[in-house]
């Protein structure tokens, strides 16, 4: 079974109340068993939402809130529901295609706590569990990049 953030799948659940639809992604899981998943909702953040950013080992929203305990609590739910269904689904989880930068599904990269679009390295707390979990995580761009270099 492999992971999905669900705003690549066109879920609107991202911070600005919308999604982001990955069409490669999509094309990539066809025929695949999947199952998405949003950390963040997961966490009961509503959709519009302050976008957030790790300052530290914080998580802070641009209003200056600190939301660690949603996002925490999200990313462990996530964990909880993706093991269960693959479980209920009597399959392994191979894999996590999960959207890139974000507090919560990035992988290798996120933004610094600037807001000002900076990265630093380091990966959203969602991943961070799955990879201690071993499981091989990606992002919609590595997918696109692979395609690319099929092409
Ligand atoms: Fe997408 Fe992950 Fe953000 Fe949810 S938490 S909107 S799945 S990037």
């Known amino acids: 079974m492999i992971i999905v953030s669900a ?6 659940c991202k911070y600005n109340g919308g999604n982001n639809d990955c ?18 909702t ?11 950013e790790y300052q530290g080992d914080r998580v ?3 209003e200056g809130t600190d939301r660690t305990e949603a996002f925490e609590a999200g990313a462990r739910k996530s964990l909880e529901a993706v093991l269960r269904e693959a479980k209920a689904r009597g399959e392994e989880i191979t894999l996590a295609i999960l959207k890139a ?15 000002t679009g900076t990265l630093t390295e380091g990966d959203g707390c969602f991943t961070a569990l799955l990879k201690e979990q071993g499981i091989p995580v990606l ?11 099929d092409q």
């Not at 069409?23 to 963040?40: D, F, H, I, M, N």
């Not at 009961?44 to 957030?52: D, K, V, Y």
């Not at 930068?101 to 807001?115: L, M």
């Open 60 to 62: 802070i929203d641009r």
């Open 42 to 52: 997961a966490g009961g953040l509503p959709a519009p939402r302050p976008p957030c």
């Open 101 to 115: 930068r974000s507090p919560s599904c990035g992988c290798g990269q996120i933004y610094d706590g600037t807001f």
């Open 139 to 149: 992002t919609e761009e590595d997918i696109i990049n692979q395609k690319e270099k």
């Open 7 to 12: 705003c690549l799948t066109g879920k609107n």
């Open 23 to 40: 069409p490669p992604v999509k094309a990539y899981l066809e025929g695949q068993s999947w199952y998405c998943v949003c950390p963040e």
